[in-house]
């Protein structure tokens, strides 16, 4: 058992968002005292207090929690369903299911690979899927199953349907580690769990091949990378993390682009380890992160 789970046993991470209103606050903490919890952490924002979104996190930690939980459960449903709210609950000794989807760039997926055999991550990764084989020996190295599922031409029914197959029941969220293939609308209505992307930050500005070349040729100063939520809409989902670095006239379009790789396997495994934490809270298309 890694560090990172071992340290939060007997944890539980509480969200709730919903409409603001008197008392919601009092409602969750004397619930947890009421359940024989300790609160460790509590963070909260409200976007207007008059008729505004409210946003919560709780961590709290309660002996033998696993035991409790359904009884922590069933008397949330019933003090907080009169407020209007969504809440979940969740064990924090227990790490989600992240499958990482991947073409033939490797940096974000052996960087977040090796992050979660270190224990930095609080996930496990069932699986690797990717529409190439170059790196089938590098995930196998980690104990990591890799499954190839080519996918060519304009109609990628196919190649999605193997994937859900193999997805479906089996993870929490899905990671696309500079997976070069426009997900559909209906593999993410199917698919039925998070999906995250990682990309620069030049979109719109230089789409297609060779980004960091155009970018040289235009004289950028800054360069960065974005992590967001994938929707139906093509890089238009709720954004969890942003970086940037500055670069100069000296840099050639390969120095761009290994700056911008470093970039982005920061950007992706921060964005990876708050929602694995449960510190993301998607609201209409923008996100509230407590970090």
């Known amino acids: ?19 603001d209103q008197r008392g919601l606050v009092a409602a969750v903490t004397t619930l947890i005292t009421r359940n024989n919890g300790n609160i460790v952490s509590l963070d909260q924002h409200s976007d207007d207090p008059e008729g505004g979104a409210f946003f919560q996190r709780v961590v709290f ?31 924090m000794s227990v790490p989600k299911r992240m499958a990482v989807l991947a073409s033939t760039s490797d940096h974000c997926l052996l960087d977040l690979l090796w992050r979660e055999r270190r224990g930095e991550l609080p996930v496990t990764i069932p699986m690797v899927i990717s529409n190439h084989t170059n790196m ?31 997805l479906k029941g089996n993870v929490d969220f899905i990671v696309l580690a500079r997976y070069m293939q426009i997900i559909s609308p209906e593999f993410l209505q199917q698919v039925g769990v998070p999906v995250i992307n990682i990309h620069h930050s030049f979109l719109p500005a230089f789409i297609g091949a060779a980004p960091y070349r155009k970018a040289k040729e235009r004289g950028v100063k800054l360069i960065g990378a ?3 939520y994938v929707t139906e809409e093509l890089d238009e989902g709720p954004i969890i993390e942003q970086d940037v670095i500055r670069v100069t006239h000296a840099e050639t379009a390969a120095d761009l682009q ?23 809270i998607r609201h209409q298309n923008h996100t509230i992160v407590f970090n």
């Open 1 to 19: 058992m890694t560090k990172t789970i071992e340290t939060r046993r007997d944890h539980a991470c509480l969200i709730v968002h919903g409409p």
């Open 61 to 91: 930690h309660r002996p033998n929690l696993g035991a409790a939980m359904p009884e922590i459960e069933a008397d949330l449903s019933s003090t907080l369903d009169p407020f209007n709210v969504e809440w979940n609950l969740s064990d």
């Open 136 to 166: 089938v020996e590098d995930v196998r190295s980690f104990g990591v199953p890799f499954f190839h599922v080519p996918s060519q031409g304009p109609d990628k029914s196919e190649a999605e349907a193997k994937i859900l197959e193999l």
């Open 226 to 228: 974005t992590s967001h």
């Open 258 to 280: 290994r700056m911008g790789a470093n970039v982005e396997r920061a950007v992706l495994s921060r964005a990876v380890q708050w929602h694995a934490e449960d510190r993301v």
